[in-house]
């Protein structure tokens, strides 16, 4: 299907975009890879009366260090973040989900910042940015403000932004010394996780010192999976403990139900894959 007519605009820096989106009012939408818009426009779910362009500004993308943050332009694509060196050395668990996003073509045009705001529950980025404590740069004719991961995903597709607003940058705190691994399970190749897990493990010699772990598409948000992590926190790092932890992870869920799986699946898939996730992020092995 043809989206319906739409004006479109092109704003070469934010300062452009904040004004373009505040002179088009709420029937504007932003667009930055279009690999999630693009098809809802096609579909006619969508009919926005103008398209603002976050694509010709060079100042939302790239990877750069700031103190202890590592901070990435909301327009860097998936192909950028999962070559990018800072990204490999202090948030390695974003580039490990990353690669399990789609395929390559859609790498190279979908952005991490289109991600996050599409808020789709099955989408791998959301889980990543909960369980690194991200927080969101998010900029409006308002000023900027900065919305921690745990605030920024409230229900289904939808996050704390407001109209007006664009994310401009995800901020992730450095971390060393931690273990990362994001466990999906899908059931082809390159399609969406049916339930994922995003994992980070701190060990202490022979036991755990500290793990957060979230969920991927066990409820119309990505979930932190608080109970597992109180459990595991100060446990042997054995397999047999990770796995009585990974228990837990169904607590505080709503999975969902569709053609591909039953919330019955999606609570077992989460407990199982927690535990491979945790396992592989500690290198946890039997003694
Ligand atoms: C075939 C296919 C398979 C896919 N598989 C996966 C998968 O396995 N895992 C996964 O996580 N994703 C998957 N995706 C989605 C992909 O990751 C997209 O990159 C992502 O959903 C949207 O990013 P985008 O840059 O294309 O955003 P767009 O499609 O351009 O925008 C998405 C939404 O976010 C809004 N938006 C975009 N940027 C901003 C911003 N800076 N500030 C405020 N609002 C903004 C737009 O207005 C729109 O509502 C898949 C997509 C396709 C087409």
Redesign the pocket.
């Known amino acids: 299907m043809i989206p319906l007519s739409f004006d479109y605009l092109r704003p070469s820096t934010v300062d452009e975009a904040v004004q373009a989106l505040a002179d088009a009012g709420e029937d504007a939408?932003?667009?930055?890879?279009?690999?999630?818009?693009?098809?809802v426009l096609r579909l006619r779910l969508a009919a926005p009366s103008v398209l603002v362009d976050?694509g010709g500004i060079a100042e939302l993308r790239g990877v750069r260090e700031d103190g202890d943050a590592l901070v990435l332009g909301?327009?860097t694509t998936?192909h950028q973040v999962l070559h990018d060196q800072l990204v490999r050395r202090y948030a390695p668990l974003l580039a490990q989900a990353t690669a399990?996003?789609?395929?390559r073509q859609?790498r190279y045009?979908?952005?991490v910042?289109?991600?996050l705001?599409?808020a789709?529950p099955a989408?791998?980025?959301p889980s990543v940015a909960l369980a690194l404590d991200a927080t969101m740069d998010v900029v409006s004719r308002e000023g900027t403000r900065r919305i921690p991961a745990a605030d920024f995903f409230v229900d289904y597709l939808t996050t704390a932004?407001v109209p007006g607003?664009?994310?401009?940058a995800i901020r992730i705190p450095k971390r060393d010394g931690w273990g990362t691994h994001y466990e999906k399970f899908n059931r082809v190749a390159?399609?969406?996780?049916l339930v994922g897990v995003a994992a980070m493990v701190r060990r202490d010699n022979g036991s755990i010192a500290e793990a957060r772990v979230a969920l991927t598409n066990m409820g119309p948000t990505p979930i932190r999976a608080h109970a597992v992590e109180q459990a595991l926190a100060g446990a042997p790092a054995s397999p047999g403990s990770v796995a009585s932890a990974a228990e837990q992870a169904p607590e505080g869920t709503r999975p969902s139900a569709d053609v591909f799986a039953s919330a019955e699946y999606r609570t077992h898939l989460a407990t199982v894959l927690t535990r491979r996730a945790v396992v592989a992020a500690g290198a946890i092995h039997a003694a």
């Open positions: 939408k932003l667009l930055a890879g279009g690999q999630s818009l693009v098809p976050l909301a327009m998936h399990t996003v789609a395929d859609t045009r979908g952005t910042g289109g991600s705001s599409h789709d989408g791998d980025l932004m607003e664009i994310l401009v390159q399609a969406w996780a």
